[in-house]
């Protein structure tokens, strides 16, 4: 196990180190047991919620460890019923997160890191840059911080927030274990999406190691134009991408959607529409496609509510299961 330091989470550590943690320190084996069981089950973020712990036990535990849980520093309520939430962590980097309660069902919008490194030309986090990516506590904290809000269990989680998702595949694939293992929420995959832009090796590493759904951002079809918009198609090309997802069965449980944001005289052409039509053709897909809202300093505008239908229809004459929404 790798040395404390005071204050550590004690949920960063694996099942094993909680194991080693509990030897070490000459507690029976069972502990360990209970101990999982309160942190990545129970979710109790103190040592004195563990009842069925001995007490110099939980105090040995304190003098090591923490639970590092976000601060909220502001919460918006939309007219439907969305909480857009603003969390801090210990070291002062903040992130959104989207609460969204569907006829009793609550849907979480994560980050998966501060800020983003892969600078789409559309997006205000990439802008800025990337500061750090999260741990995959950080990340099931949001699900939690949200739930605890609602005062319900989330019940689905898009990794659709700030942040990469495969720059941080690592953290990304611990917080889909978190949240589909026995030990922890036990969730089916399926409730599960994550999107990426598309990155070199870490997506099909990805789409090896996990069964959660893929949320593709296209954006645009044409890989010149892509470029413009998403510099990630440099490193993985959008072509390369439809590639590899072709060896991969999205026809039974495992969900495959594109998703691409229509911006005025830049990807709503009919041009566009028919190179998206022969890009994915034969995948077992979902399309969705997103309006733009305008965004201070991004010279990029979104499209009439006409435009976006007439995109929709001539797509859906060649693609099933086209869907707009709102970002
Ligand atoms: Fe923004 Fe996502 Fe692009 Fe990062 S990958 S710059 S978060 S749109």
Redesign the pocket.
Known sequence: MNPRTKSQDIRDLSQNDIRELVAELGQPAFRAKQLIEWVFEKNVCSFDDMTNIPKAFREQLKEAFAFDTPTELTKQVSKDGSRKYLLEYHDGVSVETVGMPRRNKLSVCV?T?A??????A??????NGLKRSLTAQEIVDQVLHVSNDFGERATSVVF?????PM?NLDNVLRATEILTADYGWAWSPKRITV???GVKNKLKRFLEESDCHVAI?MHDPIPSERAEL?P?ERGMGIEQVVELLRNYDFSHQRRLSFEYIVFKGVNDSMQHAKAIIKLVKGLDCRFNLIRFHQIPDIPLQGVDDEKMEQFRDYLTQHLSLIHISEP
């Open positions: 980050s890191q800020g983003c490194g892969m600078g789409c559309f997006c205000a986090t990439g802008l659709m927030g700030q942040g990469e720059d999107s990426s832009v951002s998403m990630a």
